[in-house]
């Protein structure tokens, strides 16, 4: 009986042994997999908290920045030897083609000539350069400032008056003035003559008139014409400096002939 008691202490013993056992390594073996469940989704799912962004953002560079702003223009001159481009297309002082070259050679010929190198055309392929002296240059840069400066002027401003061909000399000599006054400002004059039924004025020449009579600087925009009938009309304008240059010459060629055909008279 004693025998059996202790067997049964044993076998008891033995089987809580055996359950304690795969208990404790089964709780070590579900921790390790949770462990690694864990790692693994930490390193893929995103901390919601937090936000990246990839792709949306640029590095700062000026070089950027440059290629976005526009190329200024490069003032009118000559280049010197600094030429990026290996092919050129270059154009003599006379203005004619001398094709395409390296520019070792268009170099060789402007030291040969002893004239410079003027860029004209950068979009073109190959680029075109004009072989130049300086004093052509100059006279370029001269008109390129003159264009601009007169491209840079607001819109001309127009002035209009009208009357008939009987107007009174006394009305006439106002609105003269008037022309006068408005042609020193540059502005344009445009003149309406209605001639009346009993009037034999000649319309054409009383625009010759007001034109020798109001301003030395005034000329023909719009030379007088007939719009219809009875009605004529002209446009005047202030000359340019070169137009009384010579117009101030001519009359100074006139006034001498005047006073030598004075002198020669009492001769004769």
Known sequence: MTTFCLMKLLNQATR???????????????????????????????DPRKTTVFGLTKPFCTAEKSDTEPKRKAAFGSVGRRIPYRILHVINEDGESLGNMHRAEALRLMDQHN??????????????YRLMSGKQIHEEQLKRAEKKKASSKPGLVQKELSFSSTIAKNDLETKTKQIAQWIEKKYHVKITIRQTKDSNTDMFMLFDQILKTGSEKATYLSKPKAIKEGVSTCILRHMSEKELKAHQKLEKQKNSIAKADENEAPKS
């Open 16 to 46: 809580n042994e055996n359950r304690f056992t795969r208990r404790f390594y089964g709780t070590l073996l579900a921790t390790t997999t949770q462990k690694r469940v864990f790692s693994q989704s930490s390193a893929v799912v995103p």
């Open 115 to 128: 004239l410079k190198l003027v860029l004209l055309r950068e979009n073109a392929e190959p680029p075109v």
